[in-house]
């Protein structure tokens, strides 16, 4: 019943109406014109140009040289006709693909940057959850694959539809002067225009069913391609697991041209019976019927005029033909162009408030704090509160699955909470800026992302400005990567990944954990958030660390979640989640007195430590 539903909507929101079909176009052209209108109006120009000579040196120009010939005229004027024209044609040729190659590809450039820039910013402001979306999810995909290809779709249908609107308005006049019961068939091929439109709207649901299977495809590739994959894929036997989805995909893919492909051949072999059949082969029997049975003294077209519309009336008609077909894809591009107005339009439900957070920080309190992930079942956080002193250190532990990482997450505003509130210094960050909050914080994930750039800007995280180095140098010693960076050809300034550059570096799982690491010493933020940043250390390296972290972040607040209980030892205070609640919270020397679950758990894990160095000294 649910899924009716759905399939209704869904069914709903594919159609759109004629206003909105318009609206969706000029958009894009729209875009084009304030990026470059200069671009915009040569692009057409050139085409009224190029239609408007195609005329007088075709149909135009034959028709006078058949009528001069067969009425034994004088050709001089015709020689002088044709000799300005020529003229006319190498200048326009000329200019215009001198402007096709030296100016347009810039301005092509300053088009593609300004919608890209509208999309990026749009997508770094969406909230997280909305990747959690499917079907947000493949919109958002949808519009970053068509956006820009679709804006020059539009402006290159409209230059299209003008040139046949200039070819037709030309010939017509032609044939209508010939004689105006031409007419009727130079304007049958409009009654097929509702065939045209159906085969849009088939073409356009095809390419909507094929793009969730696209997007495995790609999701296939991706993992035989890409580094983070490729030492799986080289055991065990998950290549041919993925081989196996690759062979489902193109399945659907053949089960859908089956779907779509015969109704395509059906719609378009009617609409080109219409078109050649009966437009063109009955213009033609009619013109050479007036011409040989009635004659020029019959009332009846002359050899010339006969000759003309033979040649003009597949002109007219495949123009017309043209014109609906360039309506239609209009409404194709509409379609897809929703989707990209969807996206942008799109009002992020996290939105900043008006303030600054403070500079400096200051205490932050979570206050019945209850969260749930858009779908699940049940709330992931319940009734969480605590306070961060100011320069607190606080241990955030708690077997996996029980809310670390999502409470983190709500602390840095990534998701709102569904219940309760966070202050910082009395006051709730959703009345503060988002960016000015967020700067507040230096944060280094558990799945951190280092970026093709280099050392230096991957720990900045910013353009480097003088002076920079020095705290670059200190943030590395401090992480314990400097002298693996010093090790690397270009030092601060080589690539990471070998990907766009040949002197690139591959680092190490744990070496890329300390460069992520280095960010939060680099930039002095008032709060330090680390999500498990020894995960990838071995103990020595990673007791060296959390040494070095306690000095270098001295006198900021810091939340550090580790699965190493050793570690929280060093923490003021210590946060233990289970299944989403606060279970208990004090200072190691409490919990351990309290010998609740935190004691039981920190005696556990030293059991273990003790096992293995026992094993290891036997
Ligand atoms: P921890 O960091 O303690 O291991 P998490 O905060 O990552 O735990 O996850 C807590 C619970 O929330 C888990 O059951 C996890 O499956 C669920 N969860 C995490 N992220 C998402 C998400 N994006 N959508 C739905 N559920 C999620």
Known sequence: MKKNKENKKKKEKKKISAKRTWQNNLFALREVGKASPIYLAVYLGATVVYGLLGFFTGAYLLREIVNAVEAGEDLSGL?????????????????????WNVISPKMEEKISLRIQKKLFQKASEVELACYENPSFYDKYVRAMDEAQNRVYQVLNTLDTLLGHIITTSANSFLLFFIDPWLMVFALFPLLLGFLKKRESKINHDWAVARKTTERRVWYVQRTFYLNDYAKEMRIGGIYRLMLRDL????????????????????????RHIGLDVLTVFGATLYAVWSAMCLGPEGGGMSVGDCVVVIGSIATVSYSLNYIVDTLTQFHEHALFLEDVRYFLDYEPKIVGGERRAPEDGGELRVEHLSFRYDGAEKDTLEDISFTLGKGERLALVGSNGSGKTTLVKLLLRLYDPKEGEILLDGVNIKEMTLDSYRERFGTVFQDFKLFSMSVRENILLREPR?????????????????????????????????????????????????????????????????????SALDPVAEYTMFENMMRATEGRSVIFISHRLSSAVLADRVLLLDEGRIAEIGTHEELMRKNGKYAEMFARQAENYLGSEVTENE
């Open 79 to 99: 020689v002088i006709y044709v000799a300005v024209f020529m003229t006319v044609s190498v200048l326009a040729y000329l200019a215009i693909s001198w402007f």
């Open 247 to 270: 062979r489902g995909s193109y399945r659907t893919f053949r089960d859908l041209t089956h779907k779509y492909g015969w109704k395509m051949t059906a719609l378009s072999t009617l």
């Open 466 to 534: 003088e002076g920079d180095d020095e705290l670059v140098t200190q943030a590395l010693k401090e992480s314990g990567a400097y002298e693996r960076v010093m090790r690397l050809p270009k030092g601060l300034d080589t690539v990471l990944t070998r990907e766009f550059d040949d002197q690139g570096a591959n680092l190490s799982v744990g070496e890329q954990q300390k460069l992520s690491l280095a960010r939060v010493f680099a930039e002095k933020t008032p709060f330090v958030i680390l999500d498990e940043p020894s």
